[in-house]
């Protein structure tokens, strides 16, 4: 069985807002139900019931990386004040690049869990705008 702090972390990862004092269950949807009904019933029904393998899956697999990838984007900061030291250059992207291949494991996640990306997620991809 998950812990608390997986299952909180696993909402977080899966682009969802914390939950606080509301409650989402198999009967209640109000933590997110405003928005988009199910969702939250169907990712906490889930967490819930996964059959051991899976939950493996889900801690050793895409957590313990979520955790890893997470943790990269900020300390990648402290290379922001070098462009080229002797044979070493920075690389102008590797915040964007690190924030990238964090979302790809966190949408990733969602496909294996079966819920659709958060609000904070989004559908990830390029988008087209005509102005």
């Known amino acids: 069985m998950l812990t608390d702090q997986q299952l909180a972390d696993t909402r977080r990862f899966a682009g969802y807002p914390m939950l606080a004092d509301t409650v989402a269950d198999d009967s209640r949807d109000f933590a997110y139900g405003f928005v988009s009904p199910g969702v939250w019933q169907t990712l906490n029904h ?52 690190r924030e990238t291949l964090f979302d790809s494991w966190r949408r990733r996640m969602c496909d294996f869990i079966g819920v659709q990306p958060g609000p904070t997620l989004g559908r990830g991809g390029v988008t087209i705008s005509r102005g």
């Open 46 to 97: 889930r967490l819930n019931n996964m059959r051991p393998e899976e939950e493996s899956i889900l801690v050793n697999t895409y957590l313990a990386n979520l955790y890893t990838l997470e943790a990269q984007i900020p300390a990648s900061g402290a290379d922001l004040d070098t462009k080229v030291a002797a044979v070493w250059e920075r690389n102008e992207n590797q915040v964007r690049d």
